[in-house]
């Protein structure tokens, strides 16, 4: 099946700071969706963006399906940020989302 | 706005008890999903079904079985429930249309199997 790996792991910042977040997959996508995990374990909807670039406030992601990459960018951070992000893949063959393993994020005041 | 809702937050069982999580959609959608999530493991395809009374195996189905009975809801079951079941749990729903379509979770179910 189609691997997801996400990167960093783990990430701290002081609240304030811009970030990248990655999310590199090993074939086609027919879907790529980024979530926001937050401390109460929902799971939110943040972009569903299997190619292109879209932007949600300090949030913006971009795919680029051929390079098999996605990257979310935080501008001004702020603590509410914390949380773990999920990247989550559909490949052609498949239907059901595969997931990354997460970046952990932790905004500092 | 999609809303999925599961009917418990967090649940206490014991060993051997039968238990189920519910899960309600309410934006017609013909898939919905169960997922549990451990630290280290992230998060991994129990069950899913894509239509009434239809059911498919995700990648960890042993130990549960499911039940959608209607198109909003899909239930899980544990039929005996042992120590290492103890996870969150996370339903979430699409509509069809193949592999497209954003997926969307409801609130999650912390469930501690004594």
């Known amino acids: 099946g189609i691997q997801v790996e996400q990167s960093p792991p783990d990430l701290i910042l002081q609240e304030g700071a811009n970030s990248t977040l990655r999310c590199n997959f090993s074939?086609?996508?027919?879907?790529l969706q980024w979530f926001h995990q937050n401390p109460w374990g929902q799971l939110i909807n943040l972009f569903y963006i299997p190619s292109g670039t879209k932007q949600n406030g300090r949030l913006s992601a971009t795919t680029v399906a051929t390079e098999r990459y996605s990257s979310l960018y935080i501008s001004s951070s702020q603590t509410t940020d914390s949380g773990v992000y999920f990247c989550a893949v559909e490949g052609n063959a498949g239907n059901m989302l595969t997931f990354g393993g997460g970046t952990r994020l932790m905004v500092k005041p | 706005d999609v809303k999925v809702t599961q009917s418990s937050r967090y649940l206490v069982k014991r060993t051997g008890e039968k238990v189920f999580l519910e899960c309600v959609q309410d934006?017609?959608?013909?898939?919905m999903f169960w997922y549990r999530q451990d630290p280290g493991l992230g998060l991994r395809l129990i069950y899913f079904s894509y239509d009434v009374k239809m059911k498919e195996k995700g990648d960890i189905p042993e130990g549960y079985s499911v039940s959608r009975e209607k198109k909003e809801r899909f239930s899980l079951i544990l039929e005996s429930a042992s120590t290492n079941q103890t996870s969150m749990y996370l339903c979430?729903?699409?509509?069809?249309?193949?592999?497209?379509?954003?997926?969307?979770f409801g609130e999650g179910s912390r469930l501690t199997v004594l």
């Open positions: 979430a729903s699409r509509g069809a249309g193949g592999n497209t379509g954003e997926l969307f």
């Open positions: 074939d086609s996508v027919n879907n």
């Open positions: 934006m017609d959608h013909e898939n």
